[in-house]
């Protein structure tokens, strides 16, 4: 931030995100040994997000094993519905939260593939529903395409998710999904690290 005087401050995202990781800190110690087996045997960037409200926050990010870096970061805030972490955390709502939700945020499309009629999510809610993980194919952002699962605490609530993330170029979307069992596996294993904690 830049005062009238031409000095400048620390603006209020620092903040926001030392106070969100501090809050996090607690169990990420225990969740990023899973996250970083993920990115070990997949070699692609993931990443665990947190809800907060109509929104996704990165709160971890491991990049991957090539080259190529991702233009995320923790701290990035995400919207669910074009996002595969988003699109599982929706799908575990029933259609009249995931109703709530939209309407208190801007749905917009962000790419050609963004997805912004509800009769087409709810469709894409389904499938995701029934096969247990979500697919970004380009939708939130181009040349990219991301396989996500939703995670839950031990009350069952749940509270984000992870993903595993790559540029299209280095797999179609049927390639991607191959990935879906061992994102899954690791959902369910933060998931169980998230319900130890609670006790």
Do not use: C, F, H, Y
């Given at each position: 931030h830049q005062d009238a005087d031409r000095t400048y401050h620390l603006g209020p995202r620092p903040g926001r995100l030392v106070n969100l990781v501090e809050r996090e800190d607690e169990y990420l110690e225990h969740v990023i040994p899973h996250l970083?087996?993920?990115?070990?045997?997949t070699g692609q960037t993931v990443h665990f997000a947190v809800r907060r409200k109509e929104q996704l926050t990165y709160t971890v990010k491991l990049d991957g094993l090539g080259s190529h870096r991702m233009r995320s970061y923790v701290g990035m805030q995400l919207p669910l519905y074009c996002t595969?972490?988003?699109?599982?955390?929706?799908?575990?709502?029933?259609?009249?939260?995931?109703v709530r939700v939209l309407s208190r945020a801007p749905v917009?499309?962000?790419t050609a593939r963004t997805v912004v009629t509800r009769p087409q999510l709810f469709d894409q809610l389904?499938?995701?529903?029934?096969?247990?993980?979500?697919?970004?194919?380009?939708?939130?952002?181009v040349d990219t395409r991301c396989v996500g699962v939703a995670v839950a605490r031990g009350d069952g609530n749940v509270i984000g998710g992870l993903s595993m993330s790559g540029l299209d170029q280095e797999f179609d979307a049927e390639e991607l999904a191959t990935f879906a069992p061992a994102v899954g596996e690791t959902g369910r294993a933060v998931s169980d690290v998230l319900a130890a904690r609670a006790g």
């Open positions: 970083l087996a993920l990115r070990d045997e595969a972490i988003g699109k599982a955390v929706l799908a575990t709502m029933s259609q009249d939260q995931v917009r499309r962000l389904d499938v995701i529903a029934r096969r247990g993980w979500a697919l970004d194919d380009g939708e939130n952002e």
